[in-house]
């Protein structure tokens, strides 16, 4: 069985990692370490306390926590540009090192501060598998400064929400570039250049295997500007020829999109789609 560890921000309030540590397991997680990112403000320092004295029992998950860094020194609050972009190589760099262990990952963004939150899920966008989670805490009357409950009782009303990840890609981000990318912003950038190139290789299948050839040449002369009557001068055909090839193309577009049968398919849309991918076969011509 897949190891699977639990990640867990932390602010002021520790009984969000417990409560989350209960309802995994209650879900039949079999949940292995506890992982908290954390900055170093005193109430923050004060929640670490409470949990080191909760995992240090007999029986309980290993456990461990991250600092967030600036250079080399701790961050006491997310308040800051600087404190927010070191925050978001924390917890890349900590759920990177999980990724490539092979282990499987509950991610709790209950804890902490807002920025927490969402630096920990643009992290899951870069590295999660299918079977990773990202998980939020709910619970019902109860606020801030009210009793610290640390384990999940009967007549407590607490859930784990499921928050949906959109990866960008099927295949496993630990068997791409991504992997080798100790820098977010690498990856961000990375990610983007082969999430370009997957859509290049789309259209490309869209341009060489859905269209006929004359579909083809018509695509390529209207991302260069022409209206159908420079174009069907420029092909000798006639106009009405012209228009019907796109009435096709069209059909053919929307169905390689997906689009609805409501929506129209109009040329701008055609030559936004299309216009870069000419451009560049062009240049590649060009550089033979």
């Known amino acids: 069985m897949t190891p699977q560890v639990l990640i867990a921000t932390l602010g002021s309030e520790p009984q969000v990692v417990t409560l989350a540590l209960d309802l995994l397991r209650a879900k039949g997680y079999p949940v292995a370490e506890v992982i908290i990112v954390h900055t170093m403000g005193k109430a923050v320092q004060s929640a670490l306390k409470q949990l080191a004295g909760e995992f240090a ?69 870069l590295l999660f598998d299918e079977d990773d989670r990202v998980w939020h805490l709910l619970s019902e009357n109860w606020r801030p400064g009210d009793e610290r409950v640390m384990h999940v009782r009967s007549e407590e009303r607490v859930w784990l929400v499921p928050v949906p990840v959109l990866r960008w890609s099927t295949v496993s981000p630990v068997l791409t570039e991504l992997a080798v990318r100790e820098d977010p912003w690498e990856a961000i950038q990375t990610q983007r250049i082969m999430k370009q190139e997957e859509d290049r290789r789309r259209k490309q299948g869209f341009i060489e295997h859905d269209l006929t050839r004359a579909e083809r040449e018509l695509v390529r002369l209207a991302c260069q500007g022409l209206d159908n009557a420079t174009i069907a001068r420029q092909l000798y055909k006639s106009e009405k020829t012209v228009a019907n090839q796109f ?29 870069v991918y000419f451009s560049l076969e062009r240049t590649q011509r060009r550089e033979k």
């Open 57 to 125: 029992a007999p029986g309980t998950c290993g456990y461990r926590t991250v600092a967030v860094v600036k250079g080399e020194w701790p961050v006491d609050d997310i308040s800051t540009e600087e404190d927010t972009a070191s925050l978001l190589r924390t917890l890349y760099r900590t759920i990177l090192a999980e990724k490539r262990a092979g282990r499987l990952i509950h991610l709790s963004i209950a804890g902490g501060r807002k920025p927490m939150a969402m630096y920990g899920m643009v992290v899951a966008q």
């Open 247 to 275: 009435t096709n193309i069209y059909e053919k577009l929307r169905e390689w999109r997906g689009l609805r049968a409501d929506v129209s398919i109009t040329r701008p849309l055609l030559v936004a789609e299309f216009a």
